[in-house]
């Protein structure tokens, strides 16, 4: 019996790395096992996926030494940075290259790099069409994500960039779902105009991840995008109204106004959402859901999931 190769899963507890453990577990003669990376090892969380079967450890991703004992031994490494959880680029950007170092250390065979665009490259700083944050980010949250890239190339990793797109469990747990107005009938409001907007199923992602690493050398040095489905706002707020049984409208707002309503991460998601209705054209066309759908057969469409999940948005 071949032994089977281990694919360290950093944010093993998370959307994304949860995702991934799911799946490889899932796939017993897929030839992978997982080791799932977590600050506790003794949460709720962590012992479901020790109970899938896969190796728990415990590392933190502020610790380097941490990162290159969970990665010793593996094959390959899913690595992700959890910005919302602390509004930090320069946090971000520490914990990546952590993880690279961890990974050059480790020799590993394949890393994929969880990524977003470096939306400076399309609106420059001096750009007055957004405005900048935090001194030198359009899209805080993308941009040190994709600033980060050559920590990976710089050491020489076979990489895979691999660009996500909108959670559609946003509309559960980051307060996006939809709200009553007024009148009583429920809206959500997003800056997107007509354009449409990449989205998948967080759960999905990881699926998508699991493909690329069975695939291996074939995404070395690649940046793939994945989504589940490019819809409008109107498209979703009808899909929604569907699920739910009731009329959901479509809130298009500016990019101004949304940056202006005040939330943490209000004016970088206002930022985010106008890069995407800017750039519809590249941001759609490099989420190509033929190619997530041929790494992950299982990939959920809007309507799929939330036929699964519509009893778990909050409706306000």
Not at 104 to 112: M, S, T
Not at 197 to 217: T, V
């Amino acid at each position: 019996m071949t032994e089977k190769k281990i694919i360290a899963v950093v944010g093993a507890t998370g959307a994304q790395g949860g995702g991934l453990v799911r799946a490889i577990q899932s796939d017993p003669s897929g030839g992978f096992t997982a080791r799932a990376l977590a600050r506790d090892v003794n949460s709720d969380k962590a012992k479901a996926l020790a109970d899938l079967g896969a190796e728990v450890v415990a590392a933190d991703v502020d610790d380097g030494e941490s990162l290159k004992r969970a990665f010793e031994g593996a094959h390959g490494a899913y690595c992700v940075t959890f910005f919302w959880a602390h509004f930090s680029p320069e946090k971000e950007q520490a914990q990546a290259r952590a993880m690279a170092q961890a990974a050059k250390h480790a020799r590993l065979k394949h890393v994929i790099w969880s990524t977003l665009e470096d939306t400076r490259q399309w609106v420059p700083l001096h750009d007055d069409r957004m405005p900048t944050l935090m001194g030198r980010y359009k899209v805080p949250h993308f941009d040190a994500k994709g600033e980060a890239n050559p920590f990976f190339t710089d050491l020489g990793l076979p990489v895979t960039f691999l660009l996500t797109a909108f959670y559609w469990d946003n509309f559960i747990s980051f307060g996006m779902g939809p709200k009553k107005g007024p009148d009583g009938t429920l809206a959500i409001t997003l800056p997107m105009g007509d354009k449409k907007l990449p989205g998948i199923a967080s759960e999905d992602i990881g699926g998508c991840a699991y493909g690329i690493f069975k695939r291996g050398s074939q995404f070395v040095g690649k940046t793939v995008g994945v989504a589940g489905a490019h819809l409008t706002g109107a498209q979703m707020a009808a899909a929604l109204g569907r699920a739910l049984d009731r009329e959901v409208r479509y809130n298009a707002v500016s990019p101004e106004v949304y940056r202006g309503f005040g939330f943490p991460g209000a004016e970088d998601l206002g930022n985010m959402f106008q890069f995407k209705r800017d750039f519809e054209e590249y941001y759609c066309g490099v989420r190509d859901l033929a190619v997530a759908r041929s790494l992950n057969p299982a990939l959920q469409t809007f309507d799929q999931w939330l036929a699964q999940n519509k009893n778990r948005i909050p409706i306000e």
